[in-house]
């Protein structure tokens, strides 16, 4: 007797993960994101460790998970142009425009997909959009900044809170040492004129909005199976 129940989002983030194998290039190396949709396509990979020299990672939680399977991580500064970056987002539009940075790597994500030719977006379909901003947008700060911040999106509308450590310590703290503010009630109609404004204001590291290093595919994981969208 065969199941027709759904698959769960577990399962479609394997799937993804598994679909982006398609997009790596044999004999180059690859940029590898950060996130749960990420580490399925980071286990998938292993299975083409021979044929790659290895990888530029987005986060030290990547690099641990690619040296653990024996995919060789390279310094950003060490290699040139790379052939394509894989990431997963947190929404992504018609436009293949996203929103990055719920797990904290937007800024070395951001630096990983500029140095890339190509971006492939991989999740499921929860993350597909009309408009962006019903997720928080993530932007990576200095700290002494924060307040001056969240007063500056509060003029634009939205509501600006500093991400705190799960652990209860007090703000996370980036891999780059720095603090996140998550920017609530804001829909980006505009992603590249957003993202080159907020990129502007002094104290902000990084917006989470990837509007000028967008995605050229996405392989969404939707009931039907792995949708591919080209932008």
Same mark, same amino acid.
């Given at each position: 007797?065969?199941?027709?129940?759904?698959?769960?989002?577990?399962?479609?983030?394997?799937?993804?993960?598994?679909?982006?194998?398609?997009?790596?290039?044999?004999?180059?190396?690859?940029?590898?994101?950060?996130?749960?949709?990420?580490?399925?396509?980071?286990?998938?990979?292993?299975?083409?460790?021979?044929?790659? *020299?290895?990888?530029?990672?987005?986060?030290?939680?990547?690099?641990?998970?690619?040296?653990?399977?024996?995919?060789?991580?390279?310094?950003?500064?060490?290699?040139?142009?790379?052939?394509?970056?894989?990431?997963?987002?947190?929404?992504?539009?018609?436009?293949?425009?996203?929103?990055?940075?719920?797990?904290?790597?937007?800024?070395?994500?951001?630096?990983?997909?500029?140095?890339?030719?190509?971006?492939?977006?991989?999740?499921?379909?929860?993350?597909?959009?009309?408009?962006?901003?019903?997720?928080?947008?993530?932007?990576?700060?200095?700290?002494?900044?924060?307040?001056?911040?969240?007063?500056?999106?509060?003029?634009?509308?939205?509501?600006? #809170?500093?991400?705190?450590?799960?652990?209860?310590?007090?703000?996370?703290?980036?891999?780059?040492?720095?603090?996140?503010?998550?920017?609530?009630?804001?829909?980006?109609?505009?992603?590249?004129?957003?993202?080159?404004?907020?990129?502007?204001? *002094?104290?902000?590291?990084?917006?989470?909005?990837?509007?000028?290093?967008?995605?050229?595919?996405?392989?969404?994981?939707? *009931?039907?199976?792995?949708? #591919?969208?080209?932008?």
């Amino acid at each position: 007797m065969t199941s027709n129940a759904p698959l769960t989002q577990d399962q479609l983030k394997a799937l993804v993960g598994r679909a982006a194998l398609a997009y790596v290039v044999p004999g180059e190396i690859l940029g590898v994101g950060t996130g749960s949709t990420v580490n399925c396509f980071i286990d998938a990979l292993a299975e083409m460790r021979d044929q790659i *020299p290895g990888a530029v990672s987005s986060s030290e939680a990547s690099t641990a998970r690619l040296k653990a399977l024996g995919i060789p991580v390279f310094d950003a500064n060490a290699v040139g142009e790379l052939a394509v970056y894989v990431d997963g987002a947190d929404e992504i539009d018609g436009q293949g425009h996203m929103v990055k940075g719920g797990g904290a790597a937007l800024t070395r994500e951001k630096i990983v997909a500029a140095q890339s030719r190509r971006f492939v977006c991989i999740a499921d379909a929860s993350k597909k959009v009309p408009v962006l901003g019903r997720f928080p947008i993530p932007v990576e700060v200095v700290p002494m900044s924060a307040q001056q911040l969240v007063r500056r999106f509060a003029a634009m509308g939205g509501q600006a #809170t500093l991400r705190q450590a799960k652990d209860g310590s007090g703000p996370l703290v980036t891999d780059n040492g720095q603090h996140i503010l998550d920017v609530a009630g804001l829909a980006i109609a505009d992603p590249l004129g957003f993202e080159t404004q907020v990129s502007q204001w *002094p104290g902000v590291v990084t917006v989470g909005v990837f509007a000028h290093q967008r995605a050229q595919v996405c392989l969404l994981g939707t *009931p039907e199976g792995v949708q #591919t969208l080209t932008f």
